[in-house]
């Protein structure tokens, strides 16, 4: 064994188990191997089975949806439960699961991959199974256009790769054109399904491979749906798993898989259901049967917090975690709002738009939908956070009545007008930048 890997496993464990003690993030052992042994990845012994899960959203609750699948039907899975997804967070998690010789001691690694660095990842080792779920305009600022993405995530696919797309959105399916052997997932029509594009912006407007004009049959949201090229002929790919309805019955949630999985589910938000069928895909190819993985699913809740459901002071309200710098993950929590027929405020936080990098553009909120929320059921709208003015803006061009808005740039100060004054549920939307300024103030309750 050569003395530098060895050398860098011994460091990064080290450099974890003191980054645990100090409530360090998950990259930073990673940093520290990859500078000691820059091709660390290619060193070690990976188990036959590996699953990569990347795309715009949807990554960390797909992957672990898939862990929480695969353990349950007894195999030892290895993955970066704590979402540190480039290249120095797949090096921890997977030298923190390998012996000193670099053996992974898993019978599967799972990863989730930051969409721009599964390029850098995937030159050391390719992953059997790769699971792409969408494409969405998402911070801008580091990301540019989806387009810009789809070509980046092309460079990390490989010959040796089974790719597992998501049929629905086009820029995700035109990687498997004329690929042979790709697994393909997504969703019948559905009564929720529009007829014509509902948004601010389409990207699904012309097609990904000759640029020509695309129709649509329908649309479940955004670009997503059953479309086709005028020009060219490419269209949506019939599926391989394909969620084929979701329902409500004597008060509980089900979605239907492949006409025959009814699945109880704690939530039926559009991409919650994605993000569930993409997981049932992967298991059922990476070799667990189908009825063993819908168990497995069944009323299954993250444990992520993506979605929290809380009290303040007398009030009871959920938590829908969107992303800063990504309109479609906020149109679909908007969504969860609208359909939601009872009486109900909703506040808006935007205090840190991102975690990673300094950017105070705020551009992408006029991408958002708000529009939706001028619904008679909504009573009160409450803005917070120091960008509360920029929503505030956004607010009023969007019609909202100025007697339903409220602004508050402390989170604090917009909880207590709450707590104080609302006598109707309350949702709040905001991204993992924001969360805990507005979960440290409440108190938690389990999700239902």
Same mark, same amino acid.
């Given at each position: 064994m050569k003395l530098r890997v060895f050398t860098a496993i011994l460091v990064c464990k080290i450099v974890r188990g003191l980054a645990k003690l100090v409530g360090r993030g998950s990259s930073l052992p990673g940093k520290y191997a990859l500078k000691i042994c820059p091709d660390i990845l290619s060193e070690l012994k990976l188990p036959e089975l590996s699953i990569a899960v990347t795309g715009s959203n949807g990554k960390t609750s797909s992957v672990e949806m898939i862990a929480h699948i695969l353990k349950s039907n007894g195999l030892k899975v290895a993955y970066n439960k704590e979402g540190s997804n480039q290249i120095e967070g797949v090096v921890t998690f997977l030298v923190g699961d390998s012996t000193m010789s670099g053996?992974?001691?898993?019978?599967?690694?799972?990863?989730?991959?930051?969409?721009?660095?599964?390029?850098?990842?995937?030159?050391?080792?390719?992953?059997?199974?790769?699971?792409i779920n969408n494409l969405y305009r998402d911070q801008m600022t580091r990301n540019g256009h989806p387009e810009f993405i789809k070509s980046v995530i092309g460079q990390a696919i490989y010959d040796d790769m089974t790719l597992i797309l998501n049929s629905d959105d086009p820029l995700v399916a035109s990687f498997g054109k004329d690929r042979p052997g790709t697994v393909y997932f997504g969703a019948d029509k559905l009564p929720t399904d529009m007829d014509t594009h509902e948004g601010i912006y389409n990207d699904g407007k012309y097609c990904p491979?000759? &640029?020509? @004009?695309?129709?649509?049959?329908?649309?479940?949201?955004?670009?997503? /749906?059953?479309?086709?090229?005028?020009?060219?002929?490419?269209?949506?790919?019939?599926?391989?798993?394909?969620?084929?309805?979701?329902?409500?019955?004597?008060?509980?949630?089900?979605?239907?898989?492949?006409?025959?999985?009814?699945?109880?589910?704690?939530?039926?938000?559009?991409?919650?259901?994605?993000?569930?069928?993409?997981?049932?895909?992967? !298991?059922?190819?990476? /070799?667990?049967? @189908?009825?063993?993985?819908?168990?497995?699913? /069944?009323?299954?809740?993250?444990?992520?917090?993506?979605? !929290?459901?809380?009290? %303040?002071?007398?009030?009871?309200?959920?938590? %829908?975690?969107?992303?800063?710098?990504?309109?479609?993950?906020?149109?679909?929590?908007?969504?969860?709002?609208?359909?939601?027929?009872?009486?109900? !405020?909703?506040?808006?936080?935007?205090?840190?738009?991102?975690? &990673?990098?300094?950017?105070?553009d705020s551009s992408w909120l006029w991408d958002i939908n708000f529009e939706k929320l001028n619904d008679e059921s909504i009573d009160k709208i409450i803005l917070a956070g120091q960008y509360c003015d920029d929503l505030a803006i956004r607010f009023e061009l969007a019609g909202a009545a100025s007697d339903k808005v409220e602004i508050f740039e402390q989170v604090s100060d917009a909880a207590d007008y709450c707590a104080k004054n609302l006598d109707s549920f309350l949702y709040v939307i905001t991204c993992f930048s924001d969360k805990e300024k507005i979960l440290s103030l409440v108190t938690r309750r389990e999700l239902s």
């Open positions: 053996k992974v001691k898993s019978d599967v690694i799972l990863l989730e991959s930051d969409e721009r660095y599964s390029r850098h990842t995937f030159k050391h080792f390719h992953p059997k199974y790769f699971v491979i000759c &640029k020509a @004009p695309m129709e649509y049959e329908y649309y479940h949201y955004n670009h997503i /749906g059953k479309f086709k090229c005028t020009s060219c002929g490419f269209e949506r790919h019939n599926t391989d798993h394909s969620l084929t309805s979701i329902k409500n019955v004597d008060g509980k949630d089900f979605i239907t898989i492949d006409g025959k999985y009814d699945i109880p589910v704690f939530f039926t938000g559009i991409y919650h259901c994605y993000n569930i069928l993409a997981a049932y895909t992967a !298991s059922v190819i990476a /070799g667990i049967a @189908p009825e063993k993985v819908a168990e497995a699913l /069944g009323g299954y809740i993250l444990k992520s917090g993506r979605i !929290s459901d809380f009290t %303040l002071g007398n009030l009871n309200g959920r938590l %829908l975690l969107s992303k800063h710098e990504n309109s479609v993950s906020y149109d679909r929590s908007i969504d969860v709002v609208v359909n939601d027929k009872r009486k109900k !405020s909703v506040m808006i936080i935007v205090d840190a738009i991102s975690r &990673k990098y300094y950017t105070s």
